[in-house]
């Protein structure tokens, strides 16, 4: 393997993606990558480049530059934020997508990661223990950006044979990163607020059940994907993924183990309709089967992680 590329490694997911990597495979051999600076310490970390997903030449000379076989694209405009500007949502989504796909299949590249998400379901979709192959009828921008990317992917591998690998990510929940624009990121957010102020409103009902996973988990997954045999890559448009499901009442009670007076009160929002149109529940079972997934934290073990790390940081 030469080096690895992110692409958007300064958002929620690529932040802790690039740490891990560095982690496993040194410092040097990750190249971190965003359209613009982010964390001044974070940049200082170790290689750095300012590359526009969407821009061809830009991407296919930073890999040409630092020798890279392994892309992570993880430039996206999330759920919520898509909708208020619908255009660039679908260029940003698909078209850094071709960018790396068509990189693969002239040989510059040898192995992809791309992320899709639950939001490639739709209202039409079995709630409860959402099957690996379903209805899919998405009715947000960044659905419908991750359902046809998926095609797309298991179109590159068929036809090219490019060797992409994706996941269906859950919401995702990290203490390390702020919120980006998710419609599952009141799940961050309150825990912030608890320790802030001890209260929090909330812009999903108190029953809004959805699938959710610890940053760690999602990380250590994507990791797994992508050291996997590619013969274990079974599905080439992407994997079901699941840790736990929980809903904004069950995750209040979860803080109030830690905190009895924290309190909670519901002003549902634009986003509570994107949240009804998702499943509620996954069954990740062909992920656990081809490459041997499990997920590691429960909504208990992630609030007791979560609780310790944001009180320690606000110190």
Request: proline share 5%.
């Amino acid at each position: 393997m030469g080096t690895i590329l992110i692409i958007g490694a300064c958002g929620q997911i690529g932040t802790e993606l690039t740490k891990k990597l560095r982690s496993i495979y040194g410092t040097d051999k990750v190249i971190a990558s965003d359209v613009r600076k982010g964390d001044a310490e974070f940049v200082a970390s170790g290689p750095f480049e300012v590359v526009n997903a969407l821009d061809f030449n830009q991407v296919e000379e930073t890999i040409e530059k630092y020798n890279v076989t392994d892309v992570y694209l993880m430039a996206a405009l999330l759920s919520a934020t898509a909708e208020k500007n619908p255009a660039f949502a679908w260029d940003l989504n698909m078209n850094s997508l071709f960018h790396v796909l068509n990189l693969a299949k002239a040989g510059k590249i040898q192995k992809i990661f791309w992320p899709s998400s639950i939001a490639v379901f739709g209202p039409t979709t079995p709630k409860q223990n959402t099957p690996q192959y379903t209805v899919m009828e998405p009715s947000t921008v960044y659905g419908i950006s991750k359902q046809s990317g998926e095609r797309w992917c298991e179109y590159y591998h068929n036809i090219y044979g490019v060797d992409v690998r994706s996941i269906r990510y859950p919401g995702l929940i990290s203490w390390s990163t702020p919120p980006g624009g998710g419609t599952t990121d009141y799940a961050v957010d309150i825990y912030h607020k608890a320790l802030e102020n001890g209260e929090y409103t909330c812009f999903l009902s108190e029953e809004t059940r959805l699938p959710m996973m610890y940053m760690d988990d999602a990380i250590r997954a994507t990791v797994e994907i992508m050291q996997a045999p590619a013969e274990d890559i079974k599905i080439r448009s992407s994997y079901n993924l699941s840790a736990m499901d929980f809903t904004p009442k069950e995750i209040t009670q979860a803080i109030q183990k830690h905190m009895p007076d924290f309190t909670i009160s519901y002003e549902p929002d634009f986003r509570q309709k994107i949240a009804d149109s998702w499943p509620q529940s996954i069954d990740d079972s062909s992920a656990r089967q081809d490459w041997n997934w499990k997920h590691e934290f429960d909504l208990d073990a992630m609030t007791t992680d979560m609780l310790e790390h944001l009180s320690a940081k606000a110190e």
